[in-house]
């Protein structure tokens, strides 16, 4: 059984900084992309920042220069430092895993719970 818990989310003032954490568990053999999505209230979810096994990173335009998408596959865990929030960013942040189990022979899109972030203004 893989899993992925998400941590790290909460309350912070404009300005601010959050760090989020996404930790895979289970009977994992490879993690491919590894992402951090979010969803706001009445909206559709959207992509956020994506990294590969590689360590190759993008990010969606309005958190370009603010938030960093990183990887420890050591540890298979992914993090995202999240700098001088904004109330927009105010949204539930999931984290999503390219992940082939030990017993598959293919790759699976995987998915946190996801973790509250709320930023006031």
């Known amino acids: 059984q893989v899993q992925l818990v998400e941590s790290g989310g909460g309350l912070v003032q404009a300005g601010g900084s959050l760090r989020l954490t996404c930790a895979a568990s289970g009977s994992i053999f490879s993690i491919n992309d590894m992402g951090w999505y979010r969803q706001a209230p009445g909206k559709q979810r959207e992509l956020v920042a994506v990294?590969?096994?590689?360590?190759?990173?993008n990010y969606a335009d309005s958190v370009k220069g603010r938030f960093t998408i990183s990887r420890d596959n050591a540890k298979n865990t992914m993090y995202l430092q999240m700098n001088s929030l904004k109330p927009e960013d105010t949204a539930v942040y999931y984290c999503?895993?390219?992940?082939?189990?030990?017993?598959?022979?293919?790759?699976?899109?995987?998915w946190g719970q996801g973790t509250q972030v709320t930023v006031s203004s």
């Open positions: 999503r895993a390219d992940i082939t189990a030990v017993a598959r022979r293919f790759s699976e899109a995987y």
């Open positions: 990294v590969s096994s590689g360590g190759y990173t």
